[in-house]
């Protein structure tokens, strides 16, 4: 089982004075808020801490700048769904039913904060600065528990024999789709029922498969 990745070295208020039991959590969940519903420079500090019930000065002692603060709902929130999945993954299950897990446990992470799922991929191709990298390095932790997941299936027969880091993203990039477009009528059962389906038996009829055999495309 991977070590559980380590916390951001500026998520904690300066020394000196005692935090503030909870509020670190509450700061997160309100700035999470607040960022999925607005582009980030539209968000300012004042507002973050006017909606979590504290001065400006309580919340630069936890988090030192906006920038701080949006790497910190970041990491935050890659962690729970990081933690999420090892769970649902370790309980015993047939390989092919572990990638239904993977699908509902990330759409149910999801469900009620639809567009973070977009706002964890914005520093996806950024590699600038620290934060970033740390970003990326969480991501690849993410995507290989994925990874193993999938290379599981393919040893069992359940999943066609393809790469599975490129099956990851795959499967990542539908749940990114199938999260961000849903309709309100829709619901979590049949998000994952379609996701599942798609991924694990294509969409392609007999058919269609049968135009493009054993996956050779046309080379232009």
């Known amino acids: 089982m991977p070590a559980a990745l380590p916390a951001p070295a ?3 208020p300066h020394r000196g004075r005692p935090p503030i039991a909870g509020l670190r959590d509450t ?10 519903r ?6 300012l500090m ?7 019930g504290v001065g400006k000065g309580t919340l630069y002692r936890y988090f030192p700048s906006k920038h701080a603060l949006y790497m910190a709902v970041m990491f935050d929130g890659i962690e729970r769904l990081h933690g999420e999945l090892r769970r649902a993954l370790d309980a015993p299950a047939a390989p092919g039913r572990k990638i239904e897990r993977i699908v ?3 759409l149910a992470h999801f469900w009620d904060r639809r567009f973070f799922f977009a706002l964890l991929h914005r520093n996806e191709h950024k590699h600038d600065d620290v934060d970033n990298r740390e970003w990326l390095r969480r991501r690849a932790e993410l995507s290989r528990i994925i990874q193993r997941a999938i290379k599981e299936a393919i040893a069992a027969g359940h999943v066609r024999r393809i790469d599975p880091r490129i099956a990851t993203e795959m499967l990542l990039g539908m749940l990114r789709g199938a999260n961000r477009y849903r309709s309100a009528h829709d619901s979590l059962d049949a998000m994952v029922a379609a996701v599942v389906d798609v991924f694990l038996c294509g969409a392609g009829t007999p058919t269609g498969r049968r135009l ?6 046309e080379r232009r």
């Open 10 to 12: 500026l998520s904690h």
């Open 27 to 36: 700061v997160l969940r309100v700035a999470e808020d607040i960022f999925t």
């Open 38 to 43: 607005h582009d980030y420079h539209e968000v």
């Open 46 to 52: 004042e507002d973050v801490a006017r909606a979590s």
């Open 104 to 106: 509902r446990c990330t």
């Open 212 to 217: 493009i055999p054993n996956g050779h495309v």
